[in-house]
């Protein structure tokens, strides 16, 4: 009896550590996340010191709100946001290679992008992401629906198509760019990076905010959705809403981004892919991970962005391209080594 | 056996077509009196003609070699793929190629002979490439042979990664250097490197000779790869030579005209359509004759009409609706 009494407590022990590591490990997290956040808030070309805020030098207050923390909030925007969107569409294409950079979501956009241009001219940051979401959503819709096709669903055949497609939609945008004279044009969507957010100039950001909400609020559907057609009806959970839901996040994010800040590499594709390394496939235990790691992944990149050549910087797609890659490969290498052993 | 004679001859009819209206369509058209009866303006006139002929020439010579390059390694590579969509372009050599040219202008500055002289230049470039992809291929290649979709995933992060670190490269280098440095990695269709084609014809001979050598044993393998073990083919070192066979191909097409991601798909697909064999000796003349056609007389349609888009731009829109199709319908077989 008390075998049985000491086996039940070591367990209850054991699921104890478990739950504290899980704490532990967010609250790591959540450490250096603010440890980043205050760095990003602190570097840049003009002086801006802990004393002088603290002393309450006008000035100094100034630079933090009118360009410190626009910026260091648009990439903790952006990059919670693309995790999530990332994570999204890998559980529900069930593909962990799968993120809008890989299926032609942000070639559409800048096609979408195109066709506002052509048709109403400069327009407004908004209306250039309507069109933008617009073109995403059709995009990733057709996509998905491509995937239910295909019949040899290798886990890396998937987004190998999906990078053809995005392919040919870039190549339409190019015709379409050719025969209008808009090449040049074409050529600046997509420019973008953190440097010239300040106040006025990054507030679309926030729409990203209800379709983050929205998806941790559905992110339990996300992952029953995942798991099938046939099973989410069993489970009582109507696929095509859910989705349908998942597509919108999908596009708003990746559109408003895109249209904002210019195309992050790999941000959607290795978040969600480390941190399931660590913490599991479960997508409502992990969404909130993945936005403080995906933030703290982006900070990072900037922040070496800002100082490699200070006090100019280099754009953070290259750095995000270096250190992704890197990261990436990793990730395949590890990925094969199981599919070996 | 009747109808293929009409496809071969058709074929062959009209890839001549195509490359006598690349060399000659614009006689016809030219607003000027080609002949005029002033014997000094006529020499003049001849002139003029040879050099413009001259050039159109190499520039055809130059889309053959890619041509014929570009399909006979996407045949291989769809056999040892398994996979008939897949095509070694999606390794991404444009972007490494970009990388290799900007490290030697980084390195060895614009005006050193390894940048300066094209031949050399050239076989830097290649052999690095090369190396580069050997070294891939090891990596990747060296536990489990099936691993060759991994392959593409890997190669087209190293893409990206090689596109970022030659953008940072090119960022901090001298302005001048940077001028000098677009000469090389601008090249396109529209704007090919001609001069190394005399490096380059010889050398696509003889990569045919040895792809063309080994096509018996793809035969077999195309069967798949434990058949083809079973039926007496060494997979592992053909699949390793078949791989370097693809690198240098694409290290010289890339050099030459610039990365034209669907032609391969489009050319061994439709030629795989056309014919309904598995043999890779007609696919490889009949996809050859095909992306010829498709580069020669595309380029052709797009000089003559003042350069409304580029061939790369049409063959990626017709290479990926045709891509589209070619998934959906392997589903319904």
């Known amino acids: 009896m008390s075998n049985v009494k000491l086996i039940t407590s070591s367990q209850a022990i054991s699921m104890f550590q478990n739950k504290l590591k899980w704490f532990n490990r967010r609250w790591y997290l959540i450490i250096v996340f603010v440890l980043l956040t205050f760095i990003s808030l602190l570097v840049g070309v003009l002086d801006l010191t802990l004393i002088d805020l603290l002393k309450g030098d006008a000035a100094a207050w100034n630079v933090l709100w009118i360009s410190r923390v626009p910026r260091t909030v648009a990439i903790i925007l952006t990059a919670s946001s693309l995790s999530i969107a990332g994570l999204i569409m890998q559980s529900i294409s069930r593909n962990k290679f799968i993120s809008p950079s890989t299926a032609g979501t942000t070639n559409a956009a800048i096609l979408g992008v195109l066709i506002g241009y052509l048709i109403m001219g400069n327009q407004t940051t908004l209306i250039r992401s309507i069109f933008a979401f617009a073109f995403a959503l059709v995009s990733t819709l057709i996509f998905m629906l491509m995937l239910k096709k295909i019949k040899f669903k290798n886990v890396i055949y998937v987004p190998l198509i999906g990078m053809m497609y995005g392919a040919m939609i870039s190549s339409i945008a190019t015709f379409i760019a050719h025969r209008y004279n808009a090449i040049q044009f074409l050529n600046t969507i997509g420019i973008g990076g953190f440097s010239n957010k300040a106040i006025g100039s990054y507030e679309l950001l926030y729409l990203v905010i209800p379709a983050v909400i929205l998806a941790i609020v559905y992110a339990t559907r996300f992952s029953i959705a995942g798991m099938g057609e046939d099973f989410a009806k069993n489970l009582g959970v109507s696929y095509g809403f859910v989705i349908g839901v998942g597509l919108i996040i999908i596009a708003v994010v990746s559109s408003i981004t895109f249209v904002m800040v210019g195309t992050l590499p790999f941000v959607g594709l290795i978040v969600p892919n480390l941190v399931s390394y660590y913490y599991g496939d479960h997508v409502k235990k992990t969404i909130v991970d993945i936005a403080l790691f995906g933030s703290s992944f982006v900070l990072l990149n900037d922040i070496i962005s800002r100082i490699i050549v200070f006090p100019y910087e280099i754009s953070i797609s290259f750095t995000m391209g270096v250190t992704g890659a890197i990261i990436f490969l990793l990730i395949i290498f590890r990925r094969m080594k199981h599919a070996t052993s | ?333």
């Open chain 2, 1 to 333: 056996m009747r109808h293929h004679k009409n496809v071969w001859m058709m074929l062959i009819v009209l890839s001549i077509v195509a490359i006598l209206f690349y060399l000659f369509f614009w006689m016809l058209t030219t607003p000027y009196d080609l002949f005029p009866s002033d014997p000094e303006r006529a020499d003049r006139m001849l002139s003029a003609i040879k050099s413009i002929l001259s050039r159109k020439s190499s520039q055809v010579m130059a889309m053959i070699i890619s041509a014929i390059l570009i399909s006979s390694t996407s045949l291989i590579f769809q056999t040892l793929t398994n996979n008939r969509i897949l095509t070694p372009s999606l390794i991404g050599f444009d972007a490494i190629f970009v990388l290799v040219q900007t490290v030697i202008v980084f390195f060895f500055t614009s005006s050193s002979i390894v940048y300066v002289n094209p031949y050399i230049n050239f076989l830097v470039a290649a052999t690095l490439m090369i190396v580069l992809s050997l070294l891939m291929y090891r990596l990747i290649l060296r536990k489990n042979r099936n691993h060759i979709i991994f392959l593409l995933l890997v190669g087209m992060v190293l893409s990206t990664l090689s596109r970022s670190l030659a953008t940072f490269l090119q960022t901090v280098m001298d302005p001048e250097e940077f001028q000098s440095l677009l000469i090389r990695t601008e090249v396109s269709i529209a704007n090919m490197n001609t001069t190394i084609i005399w490096l380059s014809l010889p050398l696509m001979v003889l990569i045919v000779i040895l792809i063309v050598k080994n096509f018996r044993s793809y035969d077999v393998m195309s069967l798949g790869e434990s058949q083809a073990i079973g039926l007496g083919v060494d997979y592992a070192k053909k699949l390793n030579w078949g791989l370097i066979y693809i690198a240098l191909a694409m290290s010289i097409s890339t050099a030459m005209i610039g990365p034209i991601s669907f032609l391969g798909l489009i050319a061994v697909n439709a030629a795989r359509e056309i014919l309904k064999t598995y043999k890779h000796f007609p696919l490889f003349i009949a996809s050859s004759l095909i992306a010829i056609i498709f580069i020669v007389l595309g380029q052709g349609i797009i000089v003559e009409t003042g350069y409304l888009t580029t061939v790369t731009v049409l063959i990626s829109m017709i290479g990926g609706a045709y891509m589209i199709y070619l998934v959906l319908k392997e589903n319904k077989t």
